[in-house]
């Protein structure tokens, strides 16, 4: 990517902007005043469900003109709605619920608005992964929010693992038909015994948080009807390093130096983290790996 720098509200050009609004998670009370303003103000909603946005809209009394802009139709939308922005014509884009991008469509028009030189204003609002954290309980820094896992067993378990190497707090998102699937490989991946926490319905009437171990939450899923869009909060893994231990077993040196590279480790990471994990001097990992001799 060139240097480029966006100055949002200052040197202003006769090129439309591009509004990112955050849209209330369940309650409209969250919807802010600048959020407000601002779909009053664009001369366009992109909306994910147009007819969705609107019972947010006629609260509000917001009569802005919508088009529809989602997963299936942002090809031929993208370039329309770039168009639109260099002639002058400002764009609120929204989703369902949330944050844009996040989960959402979005990424891609902000990418190609940039290329554009088209300013592309982010505005504050509610977030369903932040506030299930700040609420969970477990360590909310440093987290990792990673958002809905693959449908297929076998790439949710792949993902699994890979997730299972991080010690922050990990964020998921998971349909309510699906949950007790994905719990059932938390625990083949992660253990039985890891805290997590499920949030469901945040800021609607029936908001709740139930907590303890996978084991306990795979019971409660399984005894309950589960309804609602969960949040999943998985505490950290705080034994990262005797688990990677465990499968650098029977590996040599060299083995165990590629296998941190593997993990997208740069070499000179990957000699130093062997060495820790042996209690040995970085060079002589490094003369094992690079064959030198002394």
Request: proline share 4%.
């Amino acid at each position: 990517m060139k240097l480029n720098i966006q100055h949002s509200f200052t040197g202003m050009n006769n090129k439309g902007k591009l509004y990112l609004v955050p849209t209330p998670i369940g309650n409209l009370d969250d919807m802010t005043f600048r959020a407000i303003k601002t779909l009053k103000s664009v001369d366009i909603i992109a909306a994910e469900n147009p007819s969705h946005t609107q019972q947010l809209l006629n609260h509000f009394e917001i009569d802005s003109k919508k088009i529809s802009f989602r997963e299936d139709n942002k090809e031929r939308r993208i370039p329309e709605l770039v168009e639109k922005l260099n002639a002058g014509i400002s764009i609120a884009q929204v989703s369902d619920a949330g944050m844009p991008s996040i989960s959402d469509p979005g990424h891609e028009l902000v990418s190609a608005c940039i290329n554009n030189d088209i300013n592309v204003v982010p505005l504050p609002g509610a977030n369903a992964g932040i506030t299930a954290l700040i609420a969970s309980g477990l360590n909310p820094q440093p987290f990792y929010f990673y958002g809905f896992l693959k449908r297929k067993n076998s790439e949710q378990i792949s993902e699994l693992e890979s997730l299972n190497n991080h010690e922050e707090s990990l964020i998921i998102y998971e349909a309510p038909h699906r949950l007790l699937k994905t719990l059932k490989n938390i625990k083949k991946v992660m253990g039985y015994n890891r805290k997590t926490v499920l949030c469901r319905e945040l800021t609607k009437k029936f908001e709740e948080f139930t907590r303890g171990s996978v084991d306990e939450l795979i019971e409660w899923a399984s005894n309950n009807q589960v309804r609602g869009e969960f949040v999943i909060i998985i505490d950290g893994n705080n034994d990262v390093d005797n688990h990677k231990e465990d499968k650098l077993s029977g590996l040599s040196i060299s083995e165990q130096v590629d296998y941190f590279i593997n993990q997208n480790m740069k070499p000179n990471a990957a000699i130093k983290k062997v060495s820790k994990i042996h209690s040995v001097r970085k060079q002589e990992i490094y003369n094992i790996y690079h064959e030198i001799k002394n």
